[in-house]
């Protein structure tokens, strides 16, 4: 029974989706409303689910770490993402464990916000200047291909998105490069 349970759960959490959008036409601009409580913004509008929590944990698959440096927000594929707070893009790229990720500085350059296992097909570019609430990506696939130095693959040897085991938004957080629990700063859901 409890294994039963556990399965609908699953399904539900990975293959039943509340939100999803294949339209990547003119997001650039695009904003979403927001739940804010303080400063910064939830990133994944619709999602509230989290499968990982920051801290020690049993890694999920081959090459994730122990210690989660983040949160994984349940979301499926093509799900959107979106600016914390005003601030500069300062990566976009394929970084290891994460995958294809984005990063967006705060402009007091001192908190960094990352992105992880996000869609390779970037709608925000280095340098960009963004605003709260705009949209800067989507939620990416668990497979990618063609990716120079990508050392994750699953059990059945395609290489994936990162140290995934299926599409999902990491969300990270940096203070003068010291990473900390988003939880402590996001508004509550």
């Keep these: 029974m409890l294994v039963l349970i556990l399965l609908i759960i ?3 959490i990975f293959f039943i989706p509340i939100y999803y959008t294949s339209d990547l036409s003119n997001s650039k601009f695009e904003f979403i409303d927001f739940i804010e409580d303080g400063n910064i913004i939830w990133p994944a509008p619709g999602y509230y689910t989290i499968n990982s929590y920051f801290g020690k944990r049993k890694a999920p698959t081959s090459g994730a770490s122990f210690y ?10 093509g799900s959107k993402y979106i600016a914390v707070t005003d601030g500069t893009i300062t990566f ?8 294809y990720t ?3 500085t705060d402009k007091n350059n001192n908190i960094k916000y990352s992105y992880c296992h996000s869609n390779p097909n970037f709608i925000v570019s280095e340098g960009e200047e963004v605003s709260k609430g705009q949209v800067i990506g989507y939620v990416g696939p668990k497979y990618v291909y063609g990716v ?6 699953d059990s059945s040897g ?5 140290a995934t085991t299926g599409p999902h938004l990491h969300f990270g957080m940096r203070i003068n490069n010291e990473y900390v629990n988003p939880l402590n700063y996001l508004p509550e859901k």
């Design 68 to 77: 989660h440096k983040g949160i994984d927000i349940g979301a499926p594929e």
């Design 92 to 99: 976009v790229g394929f970084l290891g464990g994460g995958g």
């Design 158 to 162: 395609k290489p994936t998105n990162g």
């Design 102 to 104: 984005v990063t967006l």
């Design 10 to 12: 699953f399904i539900s």
């Design 148 to 153: 120079k130095g990508n050392k994750y693959y």
